[in-house]
């Protein structure tokens, strides 16, 4: 159910690369809930059209991989073909798996940097001409590993790190004609990512524990943060990374349970 009132995004156009499932596809949804018009893309055609037939109206849903340039180039120009000029991007491709550092190969290593990183870099660099200028807003999805060194995923601190850094730099080189934020989100219920990250109950309520909200979040949530920044509501916004993570960046709280023991 959005938070927002109906018709807020009527007339735009965005495209969400990574839409195809999971949080990205929520933020989609959210979008065309909002009035948008909308292209999904995976690197898998079936998953991608399944995704559009999930959005409904005449929702795009594309096909390319995000560490080739020319595909997705390909990709946004039948987007802005169909609808027009892209108003909205949404940079939110990522791969994830845990290893040590010791066993994971280079390879490995440089595959979650090219989806994550490069990737970004290319759907946001791929983009520019084709933006309805001046107040396109873009939005690369990246994670607390960025700032948080988290063990077994060397790859994604890196890649995310990184990602941090693209969106401050073209915030500064695309002002003031285009808007360029991060969203950081938490844990995330239902997701791919978590089954990945966090694969047992056990594991769950661990680090629920340490989150001050003591809860995952909803793709929902996600999806509202992404309508905001897209909104007229964020015109002032640029460059900033909004972490949507029920506090988890700011501090332990399972210290502060045992804090409360102690008392
Ligand atoms: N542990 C260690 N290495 C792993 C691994 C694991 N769990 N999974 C993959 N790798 C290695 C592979 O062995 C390969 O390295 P090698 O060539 O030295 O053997 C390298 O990573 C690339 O694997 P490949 O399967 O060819 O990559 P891909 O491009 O087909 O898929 C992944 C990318 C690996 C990230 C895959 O998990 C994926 O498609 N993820 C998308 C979904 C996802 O991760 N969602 C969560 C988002 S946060
Ligand atoms: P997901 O469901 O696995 O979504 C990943 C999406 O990216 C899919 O659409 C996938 O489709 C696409 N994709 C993967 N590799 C690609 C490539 N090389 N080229 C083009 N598309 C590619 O993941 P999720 O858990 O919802 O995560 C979504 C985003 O949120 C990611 O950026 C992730 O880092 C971030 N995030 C997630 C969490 C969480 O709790 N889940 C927390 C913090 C941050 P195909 O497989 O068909 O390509």
């Not at 595959?111 to 200028?133: E, S």
């Not at 060194?149 to 060397?154: E, G, P, T």
Request: hydrophobic share 45%; charged share 20%.
């Amino acid at each position: 159910m959005t938070t927002f009132r109906d018709g807020l995004l009527a007339g735009k156009v965005a495209f969400v690369a990574g839409g195809t499932s999971g949080i990205n596809l929520g933020i989609a949804k959210r979008l065309a809930e909002l009035g948008a018009k909308v292209a999904v893309c995976g690197r898998d055609a079936e998953k991608a059209a399944r995704a559009a037939g999930e959005i409904g109206g005449d929702a795009l849903g594309l096909s390319a991989d995000v560490r080739d340039y020319g595909a997705i180039r390909a990709a946004l120009e039948q987007t802005a073909g169909d609808f027009g000029l892209l108003d909205i991007v949404i940079a939110g491709a990522a791969g994830n798996f845990l290893a040590p550092a010791l066993g994971m190969s280079a390879n490995a290593f440089k595959t979650v940097v090219d989806i994550d990183l490069l990737g970004t870099f290319n759907t946001l660099r791929a983009c520019h001409d084709l933006l309805n200028k001046p107040g396109a807003s873009l939005i690369a999805i990246t994670a607390g590993q960025a700032d948080q060194a988290m063990a077994l995923q060397i790859h994604a601190c890196a890649a995310k790190a990184g990602v941090n850094q693209v969106v401050r730099t073209l915030a500064i080189e695309w002002g003031p004609d285009v808007r360029v934020n991060g969203i950081s989100p938490g844990p995330i219920a239902g997701t791919e990512g978590m089954e990945r990250l966090s694969p047992n109950p056990g594991m769950k309520e661990a680090s629920e524990s340490r989150i001050p909200m003591k809860r995952w979040g909803e793709i929902g949530e996600i999806a509202d943060a992404a309508a905001f920044l897209c909104s007229p509501a964020a015109s002032y916004i640029t460059g900033a990374i909004l972490d949507v993570d029920g506090g988890s960046s700011v501090g332990d709280a399972g210290r502060m349970d045992l804090a409360r023991g102690l008392g």
